[in-house]
């Protein structure tokens, strides 16, 4: 299942495309070749990896699946597609072009990648954006990937247009429906790999078609911050799950964790409760002009003070952040930017010509480092984990003493809790898009 959104991609394509030209003006290019890129072939074998499109292709044109494509977009005038539907009697071939964004290009399909050569500018100061590879060896371009140019567009890649905006939240509907099937199937006590196939199946789609891979973790496996084993094995017992899992339209991602107690009454359950109050009154502060490096070390506050009130350590909040200690259980990022890749581009750039504002020193992993401001959508995914590694570090901290051990080791066959939304910076607040999500299915 595919759900096409069409709705305001015209004002979208509009809007890029004259993005597209006025930096190609004030740079003195006369066009740019953005590629869909290639597939990637396995070494020694006569089969590709999963095709993953150039981003900026798919920012252009609702196309994720046809590889050996390429856009032109002149300084002034119409953007070209040529768009590749080879005879192939071995697999699919492309259906012709068809929806709103046909009427934006002059479409010139070739049925070889080599054709394509024909039909790409040979006049003038050509920039190519995406990779130098196929056919495009045999081009000579002024310039590949200039910063002149990616900067500016990875910038204003965080400010969704409506039809990004729609994406992203029609995105989020089967996210949630998947995330519903997932839950269900964890409290059937069924195994990671019959709880990832509940999700697929509910989803409507294909493991290649996640925009990441899944999360899908049972008990201690929660711990794992990218855990994607997938047991085939049942647990000796379920106590916990939690899972990380999105859903892709038109290229644009969700991205949405959630975390379950198996006994649904016992005390990691009132720790998944505190940890989603908290997680919601983060939510609060998300408004214009915020700051997301604030709300990253408030959320290490947070959680320092729930490590308290759960007595799991007996340090204030104040001395468990500037020890460094609250990383130890919170050891991830606040959240990044959403949207053509899970974690966007340009969570770090200063402005809009480049430039790197780097996480605090004691916060590395935060992935977004930009205000918070209109139209963009962001991740907020606090977490609370017993990660062994990261404990055994404690251990040689002056706060050892105020660390409640057993109760510690009593909960690492929990893992852990991450809870995430997807949200939309509003002018005056937010729309949470995954909350929205779940309260349709109730
Ligand atoms: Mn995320």
Not at 73 to 93: N, R
Not at 144 to 155: A, I, K, R
Not at 208 to 214: A, F, H, L, R, S
């Amino acid at each position: 299942m595919t759900t096409i959104v069409e709705a305001g991609y015209s004002e979208h394509i509009e809007t890029l495309i004259q993005r597209y030209q006025s930096l190609l003006a004030e740079h003195n290019y006369d066009s740019v070749v953005i590629p869909s890129g290639m597939p990637i072939r396995k070494y020694l074998d006569d089969m590709d990896y999963p095709f993953k499109v150039n981003p900026h292709f798919k920012a252009l044109v609702p196309l994720v699946t046809n590889p050996h494509c390429h856009i032109v977009i002149p300084q002034s005038g119409k953007p070209s597609l040529l768009f590749y539907q080879p005879v192939d009697f071995w697999h699919t071939v492309p259906a012709d072009p068809s929806g709103e964004y046909t009427q934006h290009f002059d479409i010139i399909k070739i049925a070889r990648p080599q054709e394509a050569l024909a039909e790409l500018p040979k006049q003038g100061r050509i920039v190519l954006l995406g990779q130098k590879e196929g056919v495009l060896d045999a081009v000579s371009f002024s310039a590949q990937n200039p910063e002149t140019l990616v900067y500016p567009l990875y910038w204003q890649r965080a400010y969704k247009s409506p039809y990004e905006v729609e994406c992203i939240w029609q995105a989020n509907r089967m996210a949630a429906k998947a995330h519903l099937a997932a839950r269900d199937a964890f409290y059937r006590g069924e195994t990671e790999l019959q709880i990832n196939a509940a999700y697929l199946a509910a989803a409507g789609v294909l493991e290649n078609q996640m925009p990441y891979g899944n999360i899908v973790a049972l008990n201690q496996n929660a711990a794992i911050l990218h855990y994607t084993d997938c047991q085939t094995q049942l647990p000796k017992q379920h106590h916990s799950f939690l899972i990380d899992a999105g859903c892709e339209v038109n290229g644009y991602a969700s991205d949405i964790t959630r975390t379950y107690s198996f006994a649904k009454d016992d005390e990691f359950a009132e720790l998944i409760q505190a940890m989603d109050e908290m997680h919601l009154g983060l939510l609060e502060k998300i408004k214009p002009q915020a700051s997301y490096v604030d709300l990253h070390i408030e959320a290490h506050h947070n959680i320092a003070a729930i490590l308290a009130r759960f007595k799991f350590v007996s340090a204030s909040p104040e001395a468990l952040v500037e020890s460094g200690v609250s990383s130890a259980f919170f050891p991830h990022g606040l959240g990044h930017q959403l949207g053509l890749q899970v974690h966007d581009v340009g969570g770090h750039q200063t402005n809009a010509a480049g430039g790197t504002t780097n996480p605090p020193e004691q916060h590395p992993f935060l992935r977004n480092t930009r205000m918070i401001e209109q139209n963009q959508v962001l991740t907020v995914e606090p977490g609370l984990y017993f990660i062994d590694s990261l404990l055994e570090d404690v251990k040689g901290t002056d706060l050892n003493k105020d660390i409640n051990w057993e109760k510690i080791n009593a909960f690492k066959p929990f893992g852990g809790i991450r809870i995430e939304d997807d949200i939309l910076v509003t002018a005056k607040g937010h729309r949470n898009l995954s909350r929205e999500a779940f309260a349709e299915l109730n």
